[in-house]
């Protein structure tokens, strides 16, 4: 399973932006669960806190788009440089607000606003990775191999980040997780953006094109990925809540990690295939497993079957993603790659963000086993949009532009 992931590194450059690109982009899983410590540890309100990581998630998914059409303009250098300056400035600028506002020093909407500055300076860097590697391979099956990294590599940090930002607020202060995330993003983006040799070349005039959100297919898909969205927010919340309700609340974090692990083996396994049936097929058959495979979350009264559980239903993520991800590489235009893989990120940012909202309201409501049914209607409804629209993602074999 490993052999074809061998041979990624061997073209000159990818190595340097893949590992830029890996600690750049670390931080995504760390923000909002920075924000609420800091916040929840300072003023001592949950509300107020997810309210200001809720902007900031709101704006990093209404930005994507709009650094995504400046990168493909200008390039990845000169959009990244100052964008990720003042992201860490704005991020550094909530933390100030925090503290002042113990002592009332400041009015609240100073940490909205400072919240929602990080996030519209935050940047989608897997996109533009993936950019780079749809810019520097033209086989289709090692461009393939590549997403599917590309998407263990996320699923790695999204295991990962939580666990390391609540271990430094612990162990060191409230702020030590967002510093992190600080030193980590503008370090690893300013890396990636000096690597000017894998760099996709800018297209300063593409007449008329407009955005990619009005291809039909990129329409669809984003429209899927906003009900995956959904299932990965609420499912997180939710899944916290059950472990608490089952007397188990430490056990949260395996909870979680178990659904992203079984992505990362999937995604890890579909990369290694080399695959005859069509692109389109694949990501329908993905959809529908994707809501087959929460079914048995509904039924489940144990932390640990649902250990389990949560591992079979992670097992269709990855190759969801990754089939949607190259369904943009070929239907978008070179000029409009980086917007194009914005949108779907900012489709499940958005999603990410309303499952949350809603998955704590149903929790709070009616138990977390019961919630479930929420993210099980979304999943569902992925899958039927998915496959009422599937004629819109049909491509070639081949890319063309």
Not at 91 to 104: G, K, P, Q, V
Not at 163 to 190: Q, R
Not at 209 to 230: D, E, N, Q, R
Request: hydrophobic content about 55%.
């Amino acid at each position: 399973m490993v052999g074809p992931y061998r041979g990624l590194f061997g073209t000159p450059g990818v190595k340097g932006f893949v590992i830029a690109g890996f600690v750049g982009r670390a931080p995504m899983s760390m923000l909002g669960i920075g924000v609420i410590l800091l916040i929840t540890a300072i003023t001592g309100s949950y509300a107020k806190a997810g309210a200001v990581a809720a902007t900031l998630s709101i704006a990093v998914a209404v930005a994507g788009p709009l650094s995504g059409r400046l990168v493909d303009r200008f390039g990845q250098a000169r959009v990244l440089v100052p964008l990720v300056l003042l992201h860490g400035c704005s991020l550094a600028t909530l933390m100030l607000c925090a503290h002042a506002s113990a002592n009332d020093s400041v009015p609240e909407w100073t940490l909205y606003a400072a919240g929602a500055a990080s996030g519209a300076t935050g940047i989608s860097l897997g996109s533009m990775v993936r950019a780079r590697w749809s810019h520097v391979l033209d086989d289709p099956a090692t461009l393939h191999t590549a997403f599917s990294f590309e998407s263990v590599a996320d699923e790695v940090i999204f295991v990962g980040g939580p666990a390391f930002v609540t271990a430094l607020t612990i162990a060191i202060n409230p702020y030590a997780g967002l510093i992190a995330a600080i030193v980590l993003t503008v370090s690893g983006t300013l890396a990636f953006a000096s690597l000017r040799g894998t760099e996709p070349p800018a297209v300063r005039h593409r007449g008329a094109a407009g955005s990619p959100i009005a291809i039909p297919g990129v329409a669809l898909l984003s429209a899927v990925f906003l009900a995956m969205g959904a299932v990965f927010g609420s499912v997180d919340i939710i899944t916290v809540a059950f472990a608490e309700e089952h007397g188990s609340k430490g056990a949260a974090g395996l909870l979680l990690a178990a659904i992203a692990c079984g992505s990362a083996v999937s995604g890890l396994w579909y990369g290694s295939r080399r695959w005859k049936i069509s692109l389109r097929a694949r990501f329908v058959r993905g959809l529908s497993l994707f809501a087959a495979g929460l079914t048995p979350v509904l039924l489940m009264r144990d932390v640990r079957v649902m250990a389990l559980a949560l591992f079979v239903a992670g097992l269709s993520i990855s190759p969801t993603l990754i089939t949607g991800f190259s369904l943009v590489e070929r239907l978008v235009p070179a000029a409009q790659l980086n917007e194009g893989m914005a949108w779907i990120t900012t489709s499940i940012n958005l999603g990410v963000a309303v499952g949350s909202w809603a998955g704590g309201r149903l929790t709070d409501l009616f138990g977390a086993s019961n919630a479930y049914g929420f993210s099980y209607a979304c999943a569902l409804l992925a899958a039927v949009v998915g496959l009422a629209g599937s004629a819109l993602v049909r491509v070639r074999h081949q890319h063309t532009n």
